[in-house]
Nanobody, 123 residues
């Protein structure tokens, strides 16, 4: 059974940091790209960052470049999203997802999804 389990969300003040984790199981981790997405109330789900588990290449949305860092521990089948200099507009439910196709941040490229973790940034 494929599972993606997010953790690490919470409430933080603006300027603070959080590290999200995405633990994957039930598929060949090295064959997939893992992406982080977020969805704020009343808004569409948007791509934040993704990483290739095979070669470690990464991609970031412009809104998070320089503040967020994605990384992968293939031995643990886990992807992390380090979020620094958080802003109130980063408030959303954050989801991780797995894609067998070449890396991108389009939701329809992703095959498996986690349940999400809430990130709230207070001003």
């Amino acid at each position: 059974e494929v599972q993606l389990v997010e953790s690490g969300g919470g409430l933080v003040q603006a300027g603070g940091s959080l590290r999200l984790s995405c633990a994957a199981s039930g598929f060949t981790f090295d064959d997939y790209a893992i992406g982080w997405f977020r969805q704020a109330p009343g808004k569409e789900r948007e791509g934040v960052s993704c990483i290739s588990s095979s070669d470690g290449s990464t991609y970031y949305a412009d809104s998070v470049k320089g503040r967020f860092t994605i990384s992968s521990d293939n031995a643990k089948n886990t992807v992390y999203l380090q979020m620094n200099s958080l802003k109130p507009e980063d408030t959303a439910v954050y989801y991780c997802a797995a894609s067998i196709t070449p890396m991108g941040l389009s939701t329809n490229e992703y095959d498996y999804w986690g349940q999400g973790t809430q990130v709230t940034v207070s001003s």
